[in-house]
């Protein structure tokens, strides 16, 4: 399975980005979607994560001002960031588990993360 995610870019503080994420594979059957974040010379830390189910967890830092949702069926993912703000900077890493077809086997896929988009909050 592939991750591929867009949607970031450069934006002034207090402006709005939407990052997408879509999984790619065989017979996908996907459990947890989300988000984490690297900021230079910082661990990687939780954005927020949606459950196959809706339930949705986000770090402290982005409560209120971010929206993490998905399309189960699309085995997509979306975070839509509001009030951003210039700690907002970072990479953003997409992330899922779940079962699909691996070399003709349907197995556990473990952690699967997506290469990352570069979001800069700037004025």
Known sequence: VQLQASGGGLVQPGGSLRLSCVASGSDLSLQGMGWYRQA?????????????????????????RFTISRHNAQNAVWLQMSSLKPDDTGVYYCTTGGHGM???QY???GEVWGKGTQVTVSS
């Not at 990687?44 to 189910?53: D, K, Q, Y």
Request: positive net charge.
């Open 107 to 109: 197995k556990d896929l």
């Open 40 to 64: 230079p010379g910082k661990l990687r830390e939780l954005v927020a994560m949606i459950s196959r189910g809706g339930a949705t967890k986000y770090g402290d830092s982005v409560k209120g």
């Open 102 to 104: 691996v070399n003709g």
